[in-house]
């Protein structure tokens, strides 16, 4: 067991991030499971943290294996897993019809965490993105590109734990990857958690509203 919680993850990592003190940073996480994750993070840099929100696209009749991803980057960026496509034999329009609907629910998580929150400016900045792991790396792929459309300065991916490969295949997408631990044989995320709980909508409401309040900047109320 290699972390005990996500806290404990992202306190780890931010102490492998201490070297962003004093830029510009921006810190995104991947919702719901990144955001206790960033959050030490965001506190430790003294920077706003936002949310990047991506969906996996789910093949019809198996929807946790990954046919791609989808995030919200103002217009959505889809990252397709062509191979998978294939081999589940899905046709295009059924592909387009599960990207809808994760593009529905990505709009139902935007209002319910977002609301009216004033989001931080990225152009210019340094943007760390944060999950509390990366094991195929499709919605991964799909939040970094999302943030670097934004047009940040740098690209940081900062995860506590991944598979090498995943991050040889995510290494083109970013400017640098800080990883606490590489698993070859890696298995499910959670195997490398002692308390790898679900994450609730309401605790990262609480998150963002936390670190808000850290920065001096009451958050808006949610629409």
């Known amino acids: 067991m290699s972390f005990y919680d996500r806290t404990d993850a992202g306190r780890r990592l931010a102490a492998e991030l201490d070297k962003f003190k004093g830029e510009d940073v921006v810190v995104f996480a991947l919702p719901r499971g990144g955001a206790p994750v960033a959050e030490p993070i ?13 969906r996996k696209i789910g093949v019809p009749f198996q929807p946790e294996l990954a046919m791609g991803a989808v995030a919200d980057g103002g217009d959505p960026v889809v990252v397709r897993n062509d191979d998978v496509i294939a081999m589940a034999d899905v ?20 209002r319910l965490y977002l609301g009216n929150r004033e989001r931080p400016e990225v152009e210019g900045h340094v943007a760390i993105v944060v999950d509390d792991g990366v094991a195929t790396g499709a919605t991964t792929r799909a939040a970094l590109r999302a943030v670097r459309a934004r047009g940040p300065k740098k690209l940081v991916l900062a995860v506590p734990v991944a598979p090498p490969d995943t991050l040889e295949s995510l290494a083109p997408e970013v400017d ?48």
Request: proline share 4%; aromatic share 8%.
């Open 42 to 54: 965001a506190t430790s840099l003294n920077a706003p943290l936002d949310l990047v929100l991506v």
């Open 91 to 110: 046709s295009e329009q059924e592909f387009e019809d599960v990207c809808a609907r994760e593009l529905q629910e990505i709009e139902r998580r935007r």
């Open 176 to 223: 640098e990857i800080v990883c606490l631990e590489i698993h070859r044989a890696f298995g499910a995320i959670g195997f490398f958690y002692r308390d790898f709980r679900q994450i609730s909508d309401d605790e990262v409401i609480e998150i963002l509203d936390r670190c808000a309040r850290n920065l001096g900047s009451a958050p808006k109320p949610a629409a």
